[in-house]
């Protein structure tokens, strides 16, 4: 891996990093800027996985478990705004 590929990588997280704080601090709630976030997550977790974690010299398994992992965490963000109220009630503690 060059040091310009992992200089740029690092810069475009950064950018979407401050993107990502600036749309929760500035954009209104709502369904489509959940989506937009949990695309961003997903986006900045594949930069990770290739360029940071290299897994694309690991075993295959192992690269399809960690970004199966990294689309999962976005795929739940988006379910837990359409779905927030009935999976706090399913995973409360008996009380």
């Known amino acids: 891996m060059s ?14 990093t401050l993107s990502g704080i600036l749309m929760g601090e500035y954009a209104r709630p ?19 996985i290739d360029q940071f974690m290299e897994l694309k010299q690991a075993s295959p398994v192992i690269r399809r478990i960690v970004i199966a ?15 927030g109220p009935e999976l706090a009630e399913i995973t409360q503690l008996p009380g």
């Open 69 to 83: 992992f990294g689309f999962v965490v976005p795929v739940l963000m988006i379910l837990t705004y359409l779905l």
């Open 30 to 48: 709502g369904f489509w800027i959940t989506v937009v976030i949990a695309g961003v997550t997903a986006v900045k977790g594949l930069l990770i």
């Open 3 to 16: 040091a310009g590929k992992l200089t740029l990588s690092w810069l475009l997280l950064m950018v979407l």
